[in-house]
């Protein structure tokens, strides 16, 4: 069996938007009061303007840390582990209900497709009190995989 050789593609905005569009898993740091890292596994997006979008809660930690310091960075995954990723860093928007519902329907329609019932949809949202988190999206770096350094491995 060939050892995995890991590999590095840097991209630019398109190429990244077009990776990202189609993973929805992602590992969200923002930065607590004390500037250590918080983490949080999220289902994420990538909306119409080619900003990052998580849905969550106003209670939560990434919102809460996202309020105080919009600095925040995001991995997307592949489905499978050893899948190719990306980290993208970027500035976040928590927007609270009622002004996150359109984003919140968006949010819904990138990951999932089509609702079949939009007013059921936005009344759950509203009686959760649902959060959207919008990433603009600043740098990022290669689309990655990992493995073995080339150069350790004899062909």
């Known amino acids: 069996m060939a050892p995995s050789i890991a590999t590095t593609d840097r991209v630019d905005l398109a190429?990244?938007?077009e990776f990202a569009r189609s993973r929805h898993r992602?590992?969200?740091v923002t930065n607590r009061a004390d500037g250590r890292?918080?983490?949080s596994p999220v289902t994420c997006g990538v909306d119409g303007d080619g900003?990052?979008?998580?849905?969550?809660y106003?209670?939560?930690?990434?919102?809460?840390?996202?309020r105080r310091d919009p600095r925040v960075s995001i991995c997307v995954l592949s489905e499978d582990w050893d899948g190719p990723y990306?980290?993208?860093?970027?500035?976040?928007?928590v927007l609270d209900m009622p002004e996150a519902a359109d984003g919140l329907v968006e949010y819904f329609r990138c990951i999932?497709?089509?609702?079949?019932d939009w007013d059921e949809y936005r009344?759950?949202?509203?009686r959760q009190n649902k959060t959207l988190l919008r990433i603009s999206i600043e740098r990022w770096g290669p689309i990655a995989t990992g493995g073995f350094p080339p150069e350790l491995v004899q062909g």
Do not use: Y
Request: glycine content about 10%.
């Open 26 to 28: 992602g590992l969200l």
């Open 123 to 126: 009344e759950a949202m509203a």
């Open 15 to 17: 190429g990244l938007l």
């Open 58 to 66: 106003p209670q939560r930690a990434k919102a809460r840390n996202a």
């Open 51 to 56: 900003r990052i979008v998580v849905s969550t």
């Open 37 to 39: 890292p918080q983490l």
């Open 112 to 116: 999932s497709g089509e609702h079949p």
């Open 86 to 93: 990306v980290q993208i860093d970027g500035r976040a928007e």
